[in-house]
C-alpha cells in the first residue's frame, strides 16, 4: 500500500473540508485545491483500506468528461496546475490526483440522472410502480433501458449519512422552479451525451450524479467529479442482459465481499482483503482505459 494516498497532507494551504474520497484546500478566495485520495467508501461508510492509484483513475476520468462536455455547460476547472499551488515537498501528494477549481456556491441537491431501471429506482418501482414519483410503465424489467432519462434528485448528506431520493418538486421548494429545470435540463443533457459516446467504448452508462454551482453571475457550473466510476453505475456491454444487474466497473467487488462478510453497514468498516482490493483496483484501471483509450 506504499503507493496509496488514504489521507493527504497539505500543510501549505488551509484544509476546508475532507469527504468521503476528496480533501479540499484553499488556495485564496477564489480558487480550491481539491485532492482525489484512494479512499473507498461504500454503503456511505469509509473503509479504513485504500485502493491504490483510485485517486489517479477518477482524476484522469473526470478531466476527460469536464473537456468533453465543456460546451454544453462551464465546469468548475481553472486550468491551473496544482503543483503550482502547493510547496515543493507536497507536489507528490497532487501529482495525477488533483484539480484547482473556482470557488462556487454548491446547490443542495445531487442531480440523478437513470436511464436505466437498477438499484433503488427498481426497489422502488417494484413497489410503487414509480421511480422517485414518476410514474413509469408496467412491466418494466429489472436493468431494462428507460423510456428515457429520468431526472431524479436526492438530498446531499454529510459524511456517514444517508443521501435521500426527493421528488420534482421537493426540489423546486429547495432551489426554486426556474434553477430547478436548468439543473433538470442539464443534467439530462450531459448524460445524453456522455451515455452515447461510452456506448462506442463499450461501456453502458446506467445512472450517474452531478454536482452543481453558481458563480457571481448565477452561471449554472458544472462541479464536484462527473461520469466516474464512483458517481456513475458502469456496466461492461458485452456482460448486458435485461433481467438481471450486470457487473459494474466500481467497487462492487467490495460491496458483494462486505455484505457476505456479516459486516452491520455502521461505522467503522472492515480491513478489505488483498484480493479484494486488487480487484477493484482492476476495474477501475479498465473503465479507465475503456473510457479514453
Given at each position: 500500500m506504499t503507493d496509496a494516498l488514504y489521507e493527504s497532507s497539505i500543510k501549505s494551504l488551509p484544509l476546508i473540508h475532507r469527504g468521503k474520497v476528496r480533501d479540499i484546500y484553499a488556495v485564496d478566495d477564489k480558487r480550491m485545491l481539491i485532492v482525489t485520495t484512494d479512499r473507498l467508501s461504500a454503503f456511505d461508510v469509509v473503509m479504513p483500506t485504500p485502493i491504490p492509484g483510485k485517486g489517479r483513475v477518477l482524476t484522469a476520468v473526470a478531466d476527460f468528461w469536464f473537456r468533453k462536455l465543456a460546451h454544453i455547460l462551464p465546469n468548475q476547472l481553472t486550468?491551473?496546475?496544482?503543483?503550482n499551488v502547493v510547496a515543493a515537498g507536497e507536489r507528490g501528494q497532487v501529482e495525477g490526483r488533483a484539480v484547482v477549481v473556482k470557488r462556487l456556491k454548491a446547490l443542495p441537491v445531487e442531480a440523478i440522472v437513470r436511464g436505466y431501471l437498477?438499484?433503488?429506482g427498481w426497489a422502488d418501482y417494484q413497489e410503487t410502480g414509480k421511480v422517485c414519483g414518476i410514474t413509469l410503465p408496467a412491466g418494466l424489467q429489472?436493468?431494462?433501458k428507460l423510456p428515457g432519462p429520468l431526472f431524479t434528485p436526492s438530498t446531499k448528506a454529510a459524511v456517514g449519512a444517508h443521501d435521500e431520493n426527493i421528488d420534482y418538486a421537493a426540489c423546486e421548494r429547495l432551489l426554486g422552479t426556474d434553477l430547478?429545470?436548468?439543473?433538470?435540463?442539464?443534467a439530462i443533457a450531459l448524460y445524453k451525451e456522455a451515455a452515447d459516446y461510452a456506448l462506442t467504448r463499450g461501456i453502458i452508462i446506467a445512472d450517474t450524479k452531478f454536482e452543481f454551482g453558481l458563480d457571481e453571475n448565477g452561471t449554472l457550473t458544472l462541479i464536484d467529479e462527473v461520469l466516474t466510476p464512483d458517481s456513475s453505475r458502469f456496466w461492461p456491454v458485452d456482460q448486458y442482459a435485461v433481467g438481471s444487474n450486470p457487473p459494474s466497473f466500481d467497487k462492487q467487488y467490495v460491496r458483494d465481499w462486505l455484505s457476505a462478510s456479516?459486516?452491520?453497514k455502521q461505522p467503522p468498516g472492515p480491513e478489505l482483503p488483498a484480493d479484494v482490493?486488487?480487484?477493484t483496483a482492476e476495474k477501475y484501471d479498465e473503465a479507465l482505459r475503456r473510457l479514453l483509450g
Open positions: 486550468g491551473d496546475a496544482p503543483e437498477v438499484g433503488s429489472q436493468a431494462g430547478t429545470a436548468r439543473v433538470r435540463d442539464a456479516g459486516w452491520n482490493v486488487a480487484r
